[in-house]
C-alpha cells in the first residue's frame, strides 16, 4: 500500500499578494572606503568626485548622500578619469587602453550612473602595410580639450591622436606623429634617440588650441591644435615624469625621474629654450626617487604652492609615501601609511580669474582618502563626512543597534566632538559638496559598531546612504602594551629633515593582538557598554559626558572550575595597568573581568535592568553581577577530549599527531557511513512506489520534500565546549505559573543551558536593584539529537512574539509581553530551527534546513518586515544566512518558509562571516577590508542613494545613444544587470526608500537579533568567527558537490518563493 502525506493544498493568492508587500531584495548602496581604488578625477564645476578600481568600478561622490557606481563589463583596472566639466559625463582609460564614456542620466527627479559609448583605439599600418604593435598603440594619457567636444590621446609609441568625445570617434587627418615634432627640435639633439611615450599632456587655461606635450626623453612641446604646427620646443634631457601649466601661461613646471624639478620659462622668441631657469633636487643632494606628479598654483596673497609626489632620499626614506607641499619657505612632507595614487587641488578655474587661490588638497591613498585645508594656518587635515576607511584596523566584529534614543545620540555625538574638535567645522570645510540629496531625513537614528584588531570600537552613523564617523572608544589605555614607545619616536623624529608629518588614520598594524576585539553589546537606554577581546578581557563601560580620573575593578573568573588534566598553552592575558587612570569623555570603564584561561570570547551579552553581563569562551560561560562587583557563575562546557581547546588561537603547539588522527577518524567514519547506505532489495522497491505516488499526485498537492540523511557529529570533536550564544529572558522555566529572570547558553556541541535567576527586585521609582547577590540554578538542560553548533536563542511570549529588550517594557516604551498564555523558546542550529514548549521544554515545531536545502546556518536574526500597501501592518520573521551565500526568511513561530534569496558567493568565507542582520529587515556586509554591501530584505525599509545633479549637458543627445544593452549596476563581485532604458535606479518611489521607519503598533515587540550579544536590537557578527566548518564549506566534499549539483539544478534563475 503506497503512502504519502499531503502538506497544503497550492498556494495561498493572498499569502502570495502579502509576500510581496512585505519582502524584496536590494542591495541599495556600499559604505566604506572602496577597495584597491587606481584612478581618481574631480570636476570643479560640479564640485564631485570620481574613483576608479583595480576591479573596474567607477564611484562618483558628491555631497554626503549623494553617490553614483558603475562597473565596466571587463573587470579591468581603471587607470585615468577625466571629467567632462559641467556636463556630468566621465571618460575612463581602462589598462586595456579602451574608453569608456559616462553620464549621469536623470529620469523621474532622480539621477543614475550609465556608460553610454566605449572606444578601442586600433592599431595603425605600418610603411610595409603590417600593423604596428599594440603596445606602441598602447594610451598613456588623455586630455581633454578646454572646448570640451575633443580630447587627446598620448600613446606609448609618442603618436598623439585626438578624438571627438561626443562620438568617441577618432578626427581624421589630426594625428600628431613622432616625427612631425622632430622636425622642429635641432639636429644635435635628434642624436637617432626616440622621443618615447607621451608622458603628459596639458591644456592651455585661456587658449584652447595650444597644448603642452611632455615626452619620456624630456623634450617639451607646445602645439598648435588651430595652425596644426609647433610653437615652442624646450630641450630637456633628465627623463620626464608629469607637467604642471601655470594659470597665466607663462610658467611651465616639470618633474624628472631623478628626483628633480624644473621651472621652465615662455620665451616669445622662435628659438629654442635649452635650459629652464630654476632646476632643483629639493631632498637632494644624494640620490632621490622620481617626482610622480607636480602642481604649480600661485595666490592672490603673493607667492605660490608647489605640490609633488614623491622625490624622497632613495636609501634613507624610499619606502615612504610622501606628498610635500611648498610654499615660500614653508615646507611640509605629508608622510602617509599607504600608497599614493593620485591627488587634485580644489581651487578656481575660471579663465576670467588671475589667481588659482587653492582651497584644498585632496590626496586618493590606497586605503584611505586625505583631504587638506589649504587656507587654514598649519593646513589641517578634514575629516571626510564619508569614505573613511573601515578597516584604519582590521575589522574583528560588528554590531548594529537601531532606533537609538535622541539623548543617546547626542551624547555620543558630543563625545566624538570632543575627542576630534575638527569634526564639528568638516561639514563647512568639506570641499566636495555637489549634487542634492533627495532623500528623506531618516525618521531614526542608526549605528553600526565596529571592533577592531588594535582594541578600539568605532561608531558609525548608519540611518542613510553616507556612513559617518561618530566616535571612537580606545580600551587599550587600560593595559600595559608597547604604545607609548612608538609615540616617543614620533616625537624624537620631528625635528629631522625633511620634515615629515604623520597624515591619515589608516594604520594596519596593532601594538599587541590580544587587544582585538571580539564581541561588543550596547544597551541604548542606560548608555552601559560591554566590550570583550581575544585575551578574555571583557570590559563593562558607562558613558559619561565629561572626562574623570579614576581606578577600574578587576576581577577574574575561572571557567575551567579546578578541573584536572587541563593545562593553557596559549597566551597571556593582558596585564592591567593599576591605580586612578584619567578617562576622556565617552563611555569610560567601570569593571574589567578576565577570563582564565585567557581565550578569546565566542559570546557575550548583556542586561543593564538586572545589571548582570555574561560571557564564554572556547571552555565554558560566565555571569559576572557588575553593580556588586561579584561573580554570579561559572560553568566549564569542555568534553574531556578538547585539548585542543587548551592551545588558543596564538599557539603554535598544535599536535600534529592529534591532527592527523582526526583526519582518518574522519575517512573513516565516511566510509563506514558509506557502506551503510548501500542499497538494499528494499530500496528499489520504495522508490518505484515514490515514483507511482509522483505520477498519481494531483500538480497543485506539494509534496513532503526528500530530506537529506545527516549524520550525527561526534561528541568528541575538537572545540565542542565553544560558547556560540547566551541569552536573557524574563519566561517561565520553573513552573508554568511563575515567570522570572533566566539565562540561556548554547554551545558548539549542541547542548542548552538555561538557568533560573533570582534577581533582587528594584525598589519602586529606582532604577537600581539593591545591593544584595545574585544566584543561579540550572533549570533545564537540552541537548539537541545532531550535536549541531546552538547558533541562537530566543524566547517567544503567548503571542509568539519576541520578548521586549530591557527596560522597554518597564518605561512603557513597548507593549508588554503576554505572560497569560505559554511561552515557547526558539533553538536555531547550524542544521535546524526548532520551538520548545516553556515550561516543559517539549518540541512544538521545527524546520530541518540542512536535510531540505543542503546548506548550513551562519547568522540568525529576528527581524519586523512593515508591509508596502498598509502601514499598519507588520509581521516578525526570522531572517538566516546560509554556508552558501542564501538568505532565507521564515514565520514565526510557525517555521514556514517565505522567501529566498542568494546574497552573497558561497565562496566569500569572509563576507558571510561578516554579515549583520538590523532588526527592521537590512543588513551588512563586507565585500572587501574596507567596504560594508547594505542590503535590504524588506519592501518597504530601503537605504540607498536618491540624488540629482544641475547639469549644463542637453538630455536629448544622451536619450539618443542610450542603449538597449545590459547595465551593471552594482561594483561588487554580484551586480544586479539591468537594462539601461528600464533601470530601477532612475525610477525610485522616494515614498519607500527612506531610511528605516518607526514600527506600527503591534510589531512593537517584534524586532530583536536573537544571535545578539546585547539586547533585543543589536546583531553581533565577526569576520574573525570563520571556523573550520566554513572552510569544509568553501572546499567541499563529495556529498556536499553532490547536493550543490542538485540545489543548482532545482533552483530557478531569479529569487524564488518558497510555500510550505
Not at 557511513?673 to 512506489?689: H, M, P, T, Y
Not at 535606479?985 to 503591534?1002: L, Q, R, Y
Request: aromatic share 8%; glycine share 8%; proline share 7%.
Amino acid at each position: 500500500m503506497m503512502k504519502f502525506r499531503f502538506r497544503r493544498q497550492g498556494a495561498d493568492p493572498q499569502r502570495e499578494k502579502l509576500k510581496q508587500e512585505l519582502f524584496a531584495f536590494h542591495k541599495t548602496v556600499e559604505h566604506g572606503f572602496p577597495n584597491q581604488p587606481s584612478a581618481l578625477a574631480f570636476d570643479p564645476e560640479l564640485r564631485i568626485m570620481a574613483i576608479g578600481t583595480r576591479s573596474g568600478a567607477v564611484k562618483i561622490y558628491g555631497a554626503p548622500g549623494v553617490e553614483f557606481t558603475g562597473l565596466h563589463r571587463d573587470a579591468a583596472t581603471v587607470t585615468q578619469m577625466h571629467f567632462l566639466p559641467g556636463q556630468g559625463r566621465l571618460l575612463t582609460l581602462l589598462d586595456d587602453s579602451s574608453l569608456h564614456l559616462w553620464e549621469i542620466i536623470h529620469h523621474n527627479g532622480c539621477a543614475h550612473l550609465e556608460e553610454a559609448l566605449s572606444f578601442q583605439l586600433p592599431s595603425r599600418p605600418g610603411f610595409d602595410g603590417a600593423s604596428t604593435p599594440s603596445s606602441l598603440t598602447r594610451i598613456t594619457v588623455v586630455l581633454l580639450m578646454a572646448a570640451g567636444n575633443t580630447a587627446a590621446l598620448g600613446t606609448e609609441g609618442g603618436s598623439i591622436y585626438f578624438l571627438d568625445v561626443t562620438t568617441l570617434a577618432l578626427l581624421e587627418r589630426q594625428t600628431l606623429s613622432p616625427d612631425e615634432v622632430l622636425r622642429s627640435v635641432p639636429d644635435d639633439y635628434r642624436c637617432g634617440k626616440a622621443l618615447g611615450p607621451v608622458e603628459s599632456l596639458q591644456g592651455h587655461l585661456r587658449d584652447p588650441t595650444k597644448i603642452l606635450i611632455g615626452y619620456s626623453r624630456g623634450l617639451l612641446v607646445i602645439w598648435n591644435q588651430a595652425a596644426q604646427c609647433v610653437d615652442h620646443v624646450f630641450l630637456g634631457n633628465q627623463q620626464l615624469e608629469s607637467l604642471c601649466w601655470g594659470r597665466n601661461s607663462g610658467t611651465i613646471i616639470s618633474s624628472h625621474s631623478d628626483g628633480s624639478y624644473a621651472i621652465w620659462p615662455m620665451d616669445t622668441s622662435g628659438s629654442p629654450t635649452l635650459q629652464p631657469s630654476v632646476a632643483t633636487i629639493p631632498y637632494g643632494p644624494f640620490p632621490c626617487k622620481a617626482i610622480n606628479k607636480i602642481l604649480w598654483r600661485n595666490c592672490e596673497s603673493g607667492g605660490h604652492f608647489i605640490i609633488f609626489s614623491g622625490g624622497m632620499p632613495r636609501a634613507s626614506y624610499g619606502d615612504r609615501h610622501c606628498v610635500s607641499v611648498l610654499r615660500a619657505e614653508t615646507l611640509v612632507t605629508l608622510d602617509f601609511t599607504s600608497r599614493i595614487i593620485d591627488f587634485f587641488t580644489v581651487h578656481s578655474t575660471r579663465p576670467e580669474d588671475e589667481f588659482d587661490d587653492p582651497q584644498a588638497l585632496a590626496v586618493l591613498l590606497e586605503e584611505e582618502l586625505v583631504v587638506l585645508d589649504l587656507q587654514t594656518p598649519g593646513w589641517p587635515s578634514v575629516p571626510a563626512p564619508y569614505l573613511a576607511p573601515l578597516h584604519s584596523s582590521a575589522i574583528t566584529c560588528s554590531a548594529h543597534v537601531a532606533n537609538v534614543p535622541a539623548k543617546l545620540w547626542a551624547r555620543i555625538v558630543s563625545a566624538g566632538e570632543q575627542q576630534s574638535p575638527q569634526l564639528i567645522s568638516s561639514a563647512s570645510s568639506w570641499p566636495i559638496t555637489g549634487g542634492r540629496n533627495l532623500a528623506q531625513e531618516p525618521s531614526q537614528r542608526g549605528l553600526l559598531l565596529t571592533g577592531h584588531e588594535d582594541g578600539t570600537v568605532r561608531f558609525w552613523d548608519a540611518s542613510g546612504v553616507a556612513l559617518r564617523p561618530l566616535y571612537k572608544l580606545s580600551t587599550a589605555g587600560l593595559f600595559q602594551t608597547d604604545c607609548e614607545h612608538t609615540d616617543s619616536l614620533g616625537q624624537a623624529a620631528e625635528d629631522d629633515w625633511p620634515p615629515f608629518r604623520k597624515v591619515g588614520c589608516f594604520d594596519p598594524y596593532s601594538d599587541d593582538p590580544r587587544l582585538g576585539v571580539q564581541k561588543v553589546a550596547l544597551c541604548k537606554y542606560t548608555a552601559q557598554m560591554v566590550v570583550a577581546g581575544t585575551a578574555g578581557q571583557v570590559l563593562v563601560l558607562e558613558l559619561s559626558d565629561v572626562p574623570t580620573e579614576q581606578a577600574v575593578s578587576v576581577a577574574s573568573v575561572d571557567l575551567l572550575q579546578d578541573r584536572e588534566g587541563f593545562t593553557w598553552k596559549g597566551h597571556e592575558r593582558l596585564s592591567p595597568r593599576t591605580g586612578p587612570l584619567p578617562w576622556p569623555a565617552g563611555f569610560q570603564p567601570r569593571v574589567l573581568v578576565q577570563c582564565l584561561p585567557p581565550a578569546a570570547v565566542t559570546a557575550v551579552t548583556l542586561h543593564a535592568e538586572w545589571s548582570l553581563v555574561a560571557f564564554g569562551t572556547s571552555h565554558g560561560f560566565g555571569l559576572f553581577d557588575y553593580q556588586c562587583k561579584s561573580p554570579v557563575l561559572a560553568r566549564c562546557t569542555l568534553h574531556p577530549n578538547d585539548s585542543l581547546a587548551m592551545e588558543g588561537p596564538l599557539s603554535r603547539v598544535k599536535s600534529l599527531k592529534k591532527s592527523l588522527r582526526q583526519s582518518f577518524r574522519r575517512i573513516r567514519k565516511s566510509r563506514v557511513s558509506g557502506k551503510k547506505r548501500v542499497a538494499n532489495a528494499n530500496s528499489k522497491l520504495q522508490e518505484a512506489n515514490a515514483q507511482l505516488a509522483e505520477q498519481a499526485c494531483p500538480h497543485d498537492v506539494e509534496m513532503t520534500p526528500v530530506q537529506r540523511r545527516i549524520e550525527p557529529r561526534s561528541a568528541d570533536d575538537s572545540l565542542s565546549g565553544v560558547v556560540r550564544c547566551l541569552y536573557f529572558a524574563d519566561t517561565f522555566l520553573r513552573d508554568a505559573a511563575h515567570h522570572g529572570p533566566t539565562m540561556w547558553a548554547g554551545t558548539n556541541s549542541g547542548s542548552v543551558f538555561a538557568y533560573a535567576l533570582e534577581v533582587p527586585a528594584a525598589v519602586a521609582g529606582g532604577e537600581k536593584r539593591p545591593e544584595r547577590a545574585v544566584e543561579a540554578v540550572l533549570g533545564k538542560e537540552v541537548q539537541l539529537m545532531h550535536r549541531a553548533p546552538v547558533v541562537a536563542i530566543a524566547v517567544l511570549d503567548g503571542r509568539g512574539r519576541p520578548l521586549p529588550e530591557p527596560y522597554e517594557a518597564s518605561r512603557d516604551l513597548a507593549q508588554a509581553p503576554d505572560m497569560q498564555g505559554g511561552h515557547a523558546v526558539l533553538i536555531a542550529s547550524e542544521e535546524q530551527f526548532k520551538v520548545f514548549t516553556l515550561p516543559k521544554v517539549s518540541a512544538k515545531t521545527k524546520f530541518k534546513l540542512t536535510a531540505h536545502e543542503g546548506c548550513r546556518v551562519r547568522k540568525v536574526a529576528l527581524a519586523t518586515f512593515a508591509s508596502v500597501a498598509c502601514e499598519d501592518y507588520a509581521e516578525t520573521c526570522l531572517a538566516c544566512l546560509t554556508n552558501l551565500g542564501d538568505v532565507h526568511v521564515f514565520s514565526v513561530p510557525g517555521l514556514r518558509p517565505q522567501v529566498q534569496y542568494s546574497c552573497i558567493r558561497k565562496e566569500d568565507i569572509s563576507g558571510i562571516a561578516s554579515c549583520v542582520f538590523t532588526r527592521h529587515g537590512q543588513g551588512f556586509y563586507l565585500i572587501s577590508p574596507s567596504e560594508f554591501e547594505r542590503f535590504s530584505l524588506s519592501a518597504r525599509n530601503i537605504t540607498e542613494p536618491l540624488c540629482s545633479l544641475d547639469i549644463s549637458w542637453p538630455r536629448d543627445a544622451t536619450q539618443a545613444r542610450v542603449q538597449e544593452s545590459p547595465k551593471l549596476s552594482q561594483a561588487n563581485g554580484n551586480p544586479s544587470i539591468i537594462l539601461a532604458p528600464q533601470s530601477r535606479d532612475g525610477s525610485p518611489d522616494p515614498a519607500h526608500k527612506g531610511a528605516d521607519t518607526p514600527e506600527p503598533p503591534e510589531a512593537t515587540l517584534s524586532p530583536m537579533s536573537i544571535d545578539s550579544a546585547t539586547s533585543a536590537d543589536t546583531t553581533l557578527d565577526t569576520t574573525g568567527d570563520v571556523t573550520v566548518e566554513d572552510v569544509k564549506d568553501f572546499l567541499g566534499s563529495e556529498e556536499s558537490e553532490r547536493n550543490l549539483r542538485n540545489l543548482t539544478e532545482d533552483e530557478a534563475p531569479t529569487c524564488t518563493i518558497l510555500i510550505k
